[in-house]
């Protein structure tokens, strides 16, 4: 499903997997697993947010391990 037909979901998924390192996919990866949901987040590469300032894309991925269950 994408971004747009996660909304009409008719229950929550108790398992999810997010494709992608852009903000789109963190923020629906964040959302699913503040909703209660087995979230990975899968991207190419070390980190998410490719072309995003260092520091804040370090500082995000610090948050996310310690707030969130999010793989």
């Not at 992608?20 to 980190?47: K, P, Q």
């Amino acid at each position: 499903i994408t971004s747009n037909e996660i909304f009409y979901l008719e229950e929550q998924p108790k398992r999810i997997v997010c494709v992608g390192g852009g903000f789109i996919a963190c923020e629906f990866a964040s959302i699913m697993d503040g909703l209660g949901s087995e979230v990975t987040l899968m991207y190419r590469g070390e980190l998410f947010l490719r072309g995003f300032d260092m520091d804040m894309r370090t500082h995000l991925k610090e948050e996310m391990e310690r707030n969130t269950k999010i793989d």
